[in-house]
Nanobody, 122 residues
Framework: VQLQASGGGLVQAGGSLRLSCVAS??????MGWFRQVPGKEREFVAA????????VYADSVKGRFTISRDNAKATVYLQMNSLKPEDTAVYYC??????????????????WGQGTLVTVSS
């Protein structure tokens, strides 16, 4: 599975951005977003599960970010509102065909996109 992420950029605090990730296959158990700041570990942001259409979020983005999925287009979106400087990071799209559990763990995702930089200025 190949993942192509896009939509990053520079935005002022309080602004919005929408990230997109297109997968080369439609049937994916889970698609999600992680982010990483230089010198820190990659952290979970949000995920969309195929089963039941469930969505999950990190506490730090709840109420501000929304993940959505278009199965026909094999695309997952991350709408980011009320952005803060601490949201600045490289955002990575991730996916796995046969997800079972543990969506916050990097090891549960077999496929990764190339990353897209989000910079939020104060």
């Amino acid at each position: 599975v190949q993942l192509q992420a896009s939509g990053g950029g520079l935005v002022q605090a309080g602004g919005s951005l929408r990230l997109s990730c297109v997968a080369s296959e439609r049937t994916i158990g889970i698609m999600g977003w992680f982010r990483q700041v230089p010198g820190k570990e990659r952290e979970f942001v949000a995920a969309s599960l195929w089963a039941g259409g469930r969505t999950v979020y990190a506490d730090s983005v709840k109420g501000r970010f929304t993940i959505s999925r278009d199965n026909a287009k094999a695309t997952v979106y991350l709408q980011m509102n009320s952005l803060k400087p601490e949201d600045t990071a490289v955002y990575y799209c991730a996916a796995d065909r046969n997800y079972q559990s543990g969506y916050v763990n990097l090891s549960k995702y077999e496929y990764w996109g190339q990353g897209t930089l989000v910079t939020v200025s104060s």
